[in-house]
């Protein structure tokens, strides 16, 4: 099964909202990832949060990581149509071969 | 997409065809790795290779093949083994394995059996 499970999977907000969304993992990571994907696209890589990191911003992003309930949150602010994508969190997991593991997205729609 | 570029963007296959996927990175990076997703899913890792001449499978590895013979470049074979092929596949590439770095990802290539 999958490391990372995002919920929701799928999100409708209108523009100028804050889009939340939530990523829970099962086990020890080194950092978690969240990525990016438009339709029919490769995925851009957004932010790092390492597992000592309990909090990291990028512009209009904020994500949290709290190893302890093992989840992490990623919120948008001030959302535009722009941001409509789907949004994926990957953990990179404690030993092993530093290979990520994506969990199924969230599917976000921002409206104008 | 940064420095990584994948071949062709759409490929049609016959069943009982192998057929090829191309990724090329001018990234100079040691780490490359192919990834499958299907619709409304998240990756899966095919396979991986930490540095040229080396590779070691991912979760789901049955049914492709991969060489790492030059730094630059990860081809993934689909073979007539994969059963359901039909995905879209992405391949990416990290500077160095064993470091948190980021991965950075290919445009992709959507494969389709006919």
């Known amino acids: 099964s999958q490391q990372g499970e995002e919920d929701p999977q799928a999100l409708s907000i209108q523009e100028g909202e804050n889009a939340t969304m939530n990523c829970s993992y099962k086990?020890?990571?080194?950092?978690l990832q969240w990525y990016r994907q438009n339709s029919g696209r490769g995925l851009v890589h957004l932010i790092l949060?390492?597992?000592?990191?309990r909090e990291k911003h990028s512009g209009r992003l904020r994500v949290t990581l709290d190893t302890s309930k093992k989840s992490s949150s990623l919120l948008i602010t001030a959302s535009r149509a722009a941001d409509t994508a789907s949004y994926f969190c990957?953990?990179?997991?404690?030993?092993?071969?530093?290979?990520?593991?994506f969990g199924a997205g969230t599917r976000l729609a921002v409206h104008p | 997409d940064g420095g990584i570029t994948q071949s062709p963007k759409y490929l049609f296959r016959k069943e009982g065809q192998n057929v090829t996927l191309s990724c090329e990175q001018n990234?100079?990076?040691?780490?490359m790795y192919w990834y499958r997703q299907d619709p409304g899913q998240g990756l899966r890792l095919i396979y991986y290779?930490?540095?040229?001449?080396?590779?070691q499978k991912g979760d789901i590895a049955e049914g492709y093949s991969v060489s790492r013979e030059k730094k630059e470049s990860f081809p993934l074979t689909v073979t007539s083994a994969q059963k359901n092929p039909t995905a879209f596949y992405l391949c990416?590439?990290?500077?160095?394995?064993?470091?948190?770095?980021?991965?950075?990802f290919g445009p992709g290539t959507r494969l389709t059996v006919l």
């Open positions: 990416a590439s990290r500077p160095q394995a064993g470091t948190q770095d980021t991965q950075y």
């Open positions: 290779s930490q540095i040229v001449n080396d590779f």
């Open positions: 086990t020890s990571i080194n950092n």
């Open positions: 990234l100079n990076h040691d780490a």
């Open positions: 949060i390492r597992s000592n990191e």
């Open positions: 990957a953990t990179d997991a404690s030993g092993g071969y530093n290979k990520l593991i």
